[in-house]
Nanobody, 124 residues
Framework: QVQLVESGGGLVQAGGSLRLSCSTS????????MGWFRQAPGKEREFVAG????????HYADSVKGRFTISRDNAKNTVYLQMNSLKPEDTAVYYC?????????????????WGQGTQVTVSS
């Protein structure tokens, strides 16, 4: 049974930082591309960042480039999202996802497994 469990969300002021974690089980983690998505109220779930199996390749949405960093620790079966210089428009539920092979840029329809999500709220 595949499980993805996010943590690290919360309330932060604009300009602040948060680090999200996604702990996984039930998959051969080191073989998979991983990603982060987010969904704000009334909006579609959107891609935020992706990372390949060994961390050597990453991709970011333009809206977060230069502020967010995705990383992974294969020994811990965990993927991270470091979020700096947060803005109110970053407010959303953030989801961890297992991505398709061969690419670090993928849409929500290519995702087979999702976490339950963690709320990030950025106040102005």
């Amino acid at each position: 049974q595949v499980q993805l469990v996010e943590s690290g969300g919360g309330l932060v002021q604009a300009g602040g930082s948060l680090r999200l974690s996604c702990s996984t089980s039930g998959i051969a983690f080191s073989r998979f591309t991983m990603g982060w998505f987010r969904q704000a109220p009334g909006k579609e779930r959107e891609f935020v960042a992706g990372i390949n199996w060994n961390g050597g390749s990453t991709h970011y949405a333009d809206s977060v480039k230069g502020r967010f960093t995705i990383s992974r620790d294969n020994a811990k079966n965990t993927v991270y999202l470091q979020m700096n210089s947060l803005k109110p428009e970053d407010t959303a539920v953030y989801y961890c996802a297992v991505g398709p092979p061969g690419t670090v840029k993928f849409g929500r329809r290519a995702v087979d497994y999702w976490g339950q999500g963690t709320q990030v709220t950025v106040s102005s």
